[in-house]
């Protein structure tokens, strides 16, 4: 292969990559917010134990974790998000604290701990979506 010749080529894959479809971004995105969601219920669960009746209205707070495609207006942009839903203002209490309870921060260290398997996740599904756009397997 000539060098322009691999140089084209190059260059339509470089392009391909750099004009993913928001559907594609999101395929991304929600990869690594899929990731953080499981390691926030795993250290809720951990830090604060459902252990007392049923969680009330919403349930336990471990048990509102969620994560989405779309910011949090949910407007499709290529964005997801991961956190908590109706118990979030629970979740900020006890992770910043108040007058009266002594914050643990345990949403901050989640999310420190989680930065690099959530990276990887992003990595595995951005080089999976780049590889079908190239023509390779079903990767």
């Not at 140089?7 to 971004?25: G, N, P």
């Not at 839903?85 to 910043?96: I, P, S, T």
């Not at 604290?97 to 990595?123: L, P, S, Y």
Request: charged share 35%; net charge negative.
């Amino acid at each position: 292969m000539e060098m322009d010749e691999a140089l084209e080529q190059w260059l339509r894959q470089v392009s391909k990559a750099a004009q993913l479809s928001i559907s594609d971004q999101e395929k991304i995105t929600k990869a690594g917010a899929d990731v953080y969601a499981e390691k926030l219920a795993e250290v809720t669960k951990e830090k604060h134990p459902d252990t007392k009746g049923s969680g009330g209205k919403y349930g336990h707070l471990s048990e509102d974790i969620s994560s989405a495609t779309g910011d949090i207006d949910k407007e499709h942009n290529g964005n997801s998000v991961a956190g908590f839903g109706d118990k979030a203002f629970v979740a900020r209490f006890l992770n910043d604290g108040t007058k009266k309870i002594h914050g643990d921060h345990f949403v901050d260290n989640a999310r420190d701990d989680a930065k690099d398997a959530v990276f990887a996740a992003e990595q595995e599904e951005y080089e999976a979506i780049i590889a079908k756009l190239n023509g390779g397997g079903d990767k």
